[in-house]
C-alpha cells in the first residue's frame, strides 16, 4: 500500500530524523514529494509505501510525535 500525506512539523522536531525513525522502525518505504523547511516549521508531501498494517503505525507513530498529518488524494494504489 502507498499513501500520500501532507506533515507539518513543530518547531522542535524539524532537526529532528523522524521520518528516517519511523522507517526503520515500521519497514516502510518513505518518499519525499516536496518539502519546505524553516527555522520555525516544516512542511513535507510524503508517499509512504509497505505492508498496509505497518504505514498506518508509521503514520500514527508521526501523529503522537505531535506532526500534524493530512492524508492527500486518499491511497494510492498500484
Known amino acids: 500500500m502507498k499513501k500520500r500525506v501532507r506533515l507539518t512539523f513543530p518547531q522542535d522536531l524539524i532537526k529532528e530524523p523522524v521520518i528516517f ?5 515500521f519497514d ?5 514529494r516536496r518539502a519546505r523547511v524553516t527555522e520555525t516549521v516544516g512542511e513535507m508531501i510524503l508517499e509512504v509505501e509497505g505492508d498496509d498494517e505497518n504505514v498506518d503505525k508509521g503514520i500514527e507513530s508521526l501523529k503522537q510525535l505531535g506532526v500534524d498529518v493530512e492524508l492527500v488524494e486518499g491511497d494510492i494504489l498500484e
Do not use: G
Not at 21 to 25: F, I
Open 21 to 25: 525513525t519511523m522507517a526503520r522502525k
Open 28 to 32: 516502510v518505504i518513505p518518499n519525499i
